[in-house]
């Protein structure tokens, strides 16, 4: 038979972690590996596919989907990496594509190192690498969680700029000093915001008066930023935005604290972060010289909430801090309209859009009442489901957060009991083989080769068992965290009206789109709730 012309991929990727292994990892290895295995196997090389710095947790890679997407063209009907955890260190996705995607598609998979060719059928070890590899990421994720709050409780920081009114101190760069030519702009805005004005006000005296933004200084210093500063007019440099006064006004940086830990990544395999409530903050105080008085700061938090709670007629702005918009991120403003007949009507729209008009976002226009009876209905709606079938609504929240979590946690049983029962098997073995040595049935030289082989594969095993276990405990979590969010809203059985303190407990933000109008003539718009520990459920 006529043997298929393959035009492979060879596919490189070196993440921050695996540089730890020096050059064995690197990519100028990985390239004269795979193009010597190529043209020793007679295969012909269409594309370098290169990920260089990106995690293996998650396959949202540039030139893995720039891959994928010659495979679809029909461009490429081979892949070659050095080793499967160079394809990737998440257990279910790379099993996906190695056992499902790639066969569907025709594709010839190698992992020259691992010695996997998928022209010769499975690889019966290949998913226990893929456990192990997942393992390794899982491991050097805990590592570097430690050893950052290590730094933290030492007193120091991570970061890529300091704040402004702040540099790095030459002789420890995880340490924060004062920087005198930029304290300045630092001590006006608490100057003004300790003598009343809000952040609404404050921002447009900065602007007004032409003070330099933080990226504006960094991009003077460091050439950082450029692309938002160069060919720009001068205004840019002085565009100064009330949600950065806000956050300035908010940070306990100012008073010589050092405040970590206030978000954090849904788990090490995913990049999206979720805001911890503030009662899991790490604060380390007087970590450096303030530059404002903590009796100032006091003063400046008060006002703040009295602001943003109050309005001029006495009510509770209760959606405060939860409302943003859909296309820029930023949050929406509260207003009033007062009509000719005396009555008033209050209303939300686009921060960026009252701030910067029509060309930085648009309106994103609802009016209060309508938000209100919206988010209402639907804590109504999951406060009854809650209270009439919770296991039902535990079910829907599980599936709703992974589709693929019901069949992860089923194979990695699976695999779990595999693994625990070829361990037993290989205990069983060692004490057969050591009965056979006593009793002179092997070789001493057989004896070492068996023993070393089978040790290795015990290692492995047990290294792929405390993985799976590490991933079904934090599944265990994520069932935990929906459990919580049940508990909480089933605390507010048949809510007749919203309060601060309830969507603050149960919403994370509530997304508001642009409006839009149908054929005939109605105006319909989207709005979704992100509620904590869950996130978003239809």
Not at 259 to 274: A, E, G, I, P, R
Not at 289 to 295: A, H, R, W, Y
Not at 380 to 389: E, F, I, M
Request: charged share 30%; net charge positive.
């Amino acid at each position: 038979m006529r043997e298929p012309t393959y035009n492979s991929a060879i596919y490189l990727r070196l993440s921050r972690d695996d540089e730890l292994h020096g050059d064995s990892s690197s990519i100028k290895t990985q390239r004269q590996m795979l193009r010597k295995y190529a043209a020793d196997h007679n295969i012909n090389i269409y594309d370098e596919y290169i990920d260089d710095g990106w995690s293996g947790t998650n396959f949202d890679r540039p030139d893995f989907k720039r891959m994928i997407g010659d495979i679809e063209d029909g461009k490429i009907n081979c892949v070659i990496v050095k080793d499967l955890s160079r394809l990737g260190r998440n257990y279910i996705l790379t099993g996906q594509y190695t056992e499902l995607y790639f066969p569907s598609k025709n594709v010839r998979f190698i992992a020259v190192n691992d010695n996997v060719d998928s022209i010769n059928g499975d690889n019966e070890f290949a998913p226990f690498k893929n456990i192990i590899n997942e393992w390794y990421a899982r491991d050097i994720s805990r590592k570097v969680h430690t050893a950052l709050q290590t730094k933290f409780a030492l007193g120091e920081r991570i970061f890529s700029y300091a704040p402004i009114g702040y540099k790095k101190d030459p002789d420890n760069r995880n340490r924060l000093i004062i920087d005198e030519e930029t304290r300045w702009v630092i001590e006006k805005i608490f100057g003004m915001a300790v003598n009343g004005a809000g952040a609404a006000k404050i921002t447009k005296t900065l602007i007004a008066e032409k003070v330099p933004t933080p990226s504006w200084f960094n991009y003077q210093r460091y050439g950082t930023f450029a692309h938002i500063y160069e060919g720009q007019p001068e205004d840019k440099r002085y565009m100064w935005t009330i949600g950065q006064v806000k956050s300035i006004l908010k940070d306990e940086t100012y008073i010589g604290n050092s405040v970590h830990n206030k978000q954090t990544n849904v788990s090490f395999k995913s990049k999206k972060k979720y805001r911890k409530p503030e009662s899991e903050w790490l604060r380390i105080e007087n970590t450096h010289e303030g530059i404002v008085s903590k009796e100032d700061f006091k003063a400046v938090q008060k006002m703040i909430i009295s602001r943003r709670r109050q309005q001029s007629d006495g009510t509770t702005q209760i959606f405060a801090g939860l409302v943003k918009c859909a296309d820029c991120g930023w949050s929406l403003r509260f207003g009033t309209n007062r009509l000719k007949n005396g009555s008033t009507y209050s209303f939300y729209n686009c921060s960026k859009y009252g701030q910067m008009g029509k060309i930085n976002c648009s309106m994103h226009y609802i009016r209060y009442d309508t938000l209100y009876e919206y988010v209402l209905s639907r804590i109504k709606y999951w406060a009854s489901v809650a209270q009439n079938d919770e296991n039902t609504l535990l079910e829907k929240l599980i599936n709703s957060s992974d589709k693929n979590l019901a069949v992860s946690r089923k194979r990695a049983l699976s695999d779990l009991k595999k693994a625990e029962k070829r361990l037993k098997e290989l205990d069983s073995l060692f004490t057969k083989l050591y009965e056979d040595r006593v009793a002179d049935k092997i070789n001493e030289r057989n004896f070492n080769m068996l023993t070393v082989k089978y040790q290795q594969e015990q290692d492995e095993l047990q290294e792929c068992i405390n993985s799976l276990n590490a991933m079904l405990k934090e599944e265990k979590e994520d069932v935990s965290n929906k459990e919580k969010w049940i508990a909480l809203i089933k605390q507010y059985t048949d809510p007749k009206e919203l309060t601060a303190p309830m969507l603050n407990s149960l919403i994370e933000k509530i997304v508001v789109h642009e409006a839009v109008k149908t054929e005939d003539g109605m105006r319909e718009q989207e709005v979704e709730i992100f509620y904590r520990f869950i996130g978003k459920i239809d």
